[in-house]
Nanobody, 123 residues
Framework: QVQLVESGGGLVQAGGSLRLSCAASGRTFSTYAMAWFRQAPGKEREFLAS????????RYAESMKGRFTISRDNAKNTVYLQMNSLNPADTAVYYC????????????????WGQGTQVTVSS
């Protein structure tokens, strides 16, 4: 089992950048694929990106390619999401998740979730 805590959210102007972090507890972090999702008010939770156990393989939602970058540091038990060129449509609660595979960009493929961090982009 793993516990996940996101941080790094906040208020940013359009065109700005943020880096989200997700710290995992326990010694099993490196045995989980990790992913980032987001959920805007009134919308479904949306897959953004995932990364393999070693960090060598990554998957992105098509609409995020080029703006968002996922990475992980197994020595620090942390996964990151670098977000650039933010716009108001990126306003949402951002969640990290842990699961068995990075290849599936669906919510039910991930077993453990953080509590989320709010990102608000002003115009």
């Amino acid at each position: 089992q793993v516990q996940l805590v996101e941080s790094g959210g906040g208020l940013v102007q359009a065109g700005g950048s943020l880096r989200l972090s997700c710290a995992a507890s326990g010694r099993t972090f490196s045995t989980y694929a990790m992913a980032w999702f987001r959920q805007a008010p009134g919308k479904e939770r949306e897959f953004l990106a995932s990364v393999s156990l070693t960090g060598d393989s990554k998957r992105y939602a098509e609409s995020m390619k080029g703006r968002f970058t996922i990475s992980r540091d197994n020595a620090k038990n942390t996964v990151y999401l670098q977000m650039n060129s933010l716009n108001p449509a990126d306003t949402a609660v951002y969640y990290c998740a842990a699961g068995a595979t990075w290849r599936i960009g669906e919510r039910n493929a991930y077993d453990y979730w953080g509590q989320g961090t709010q990102v608000t982009v002003s115009s």
